[in-house]
DNA sequence: GAATATTTATGAAATCTTTATGACCCGAGG
DNA sequence: CCTCGGGTCATAAAGATTTCATAAATATTC
């Protein structure tokens, strides 16, 4: 799918570098690490990595900072590993310009899976139709409407525009706050109960079992996410 | 085929505008061409060309903001001519209200083919009889009239030009501001109570029980759309 | 002056906003 | 270890607002 798509990683401690340098090459990436910001920065413009992924804790510049320094210079998808519970530094990331996080200990797997969906960050489209489907779920962009197995789903404007603004950035973290500026407009950044009210409608309209949501996920303290492929469920 | 459809091509690029005028024409669409996007709307408004084709970039005003604008004041079709391998810019495209992408290179017989199913969507007059036929209602566009059952309805001049317009694009959500564009003009964009009540005339001339519309149907909040596929009705 | 178009008025329907409630998670303090 | 309290989240439902359908009055056009 991605053979040999290149990767920055980067981190202050050689052992974490090393052992995602290996994995992920094991996995047929083109890895290459740099230990500090701005060593990252100057691989980046000389080396223009597909996905780099961040440690949100680095010396002299933190994760957030060089996020920010990425996102003056290059949209490059990035990853930011972040520490367990740490909800706020997690958000400051994604508005910093992060696309996605990974919360630290991670495996392998979950890793990996973020830098697929981050490369694939195209929403698939079906032919050349403006419709996208995704398992059982198909949203006509032209004729506005979305079904549910051929069954056609009525909603709101307001539902169907978040619904969209969704799909378009699937597989990425949506903030509240980004969210409720695209939505409803930059004055209404606070208004989460808005976004939990209309999501809540949304997945009442497209979810088999609201309970486990399969497309709109809840990222808590952070904000949802239009998950890309469905996984099936470990609980 | 389509005899004389009218398309409109937009691209800055005097060659490829060239090149695309000779060998539409050679299929017999007559070809208006715009180098800007700007030059783009007004030729809409004045021609309502059938179709439209939209290079992605384009000077000051790309092919995407294109798009909207146009999604704004028209439902007419719209190619987009990407470059290749630029998938987040197609979906983009598709977004913001685009039927259809080709990508470049691109030969004559794809665009064509395109261009074709893109009319196809639209109810064409072509054919030998310029006659729109769907379960009982029968409108003969040469002659401004039509029929329920084979039984003339009297419609003003005003009703029939909606109820074409409506047919014409059948199928896709017309926004208020669509349809009154087109039928009052610009000046009317803000009248939705104007729709309103024509759209109730209509209704009652053509539609067996009005609470519960077959051909005519309401998209709250957003616009009205001519139902494609005849319902069966229950009760 | 007859047909048509525009405007006004009104109740109904749909949608959006707000409030209320309880579940759940997690850390602090007993 | 347990319980308490604060926070986020999901959900239902009441209230407010906007949009819609319809009838009817007025204006315009030919």
Redesign the interface.
Known sequence: MSPGARILVVDDEPQIRRSLQVNLENKDYAVVTAASGEEALESIARRKPDVVIVDLVLPSMDGIELTRRIRDQSPVPIIVLSANGDELKKVEALESGADDYVTKPFSMEELSARIKSALR???M?SG???IFRRAGLSVN????EARLQEELIKL??TEYDLL?YMI?YSGKVLTHRILLTAIWGEAYANQAQYLRVFIGQLRKKLERNTARPQYILTDPGVGYRFETSPQEENS
Chains 1, 2 share one sequence.
Request: charged letters at 40%; glycine letters at 0%; proline letters at 13%.
């Open positions: 960050r195209t929403v489209l050349s139709e403006p962009f032209e004729r506005r709101t404007p969209k378009q």
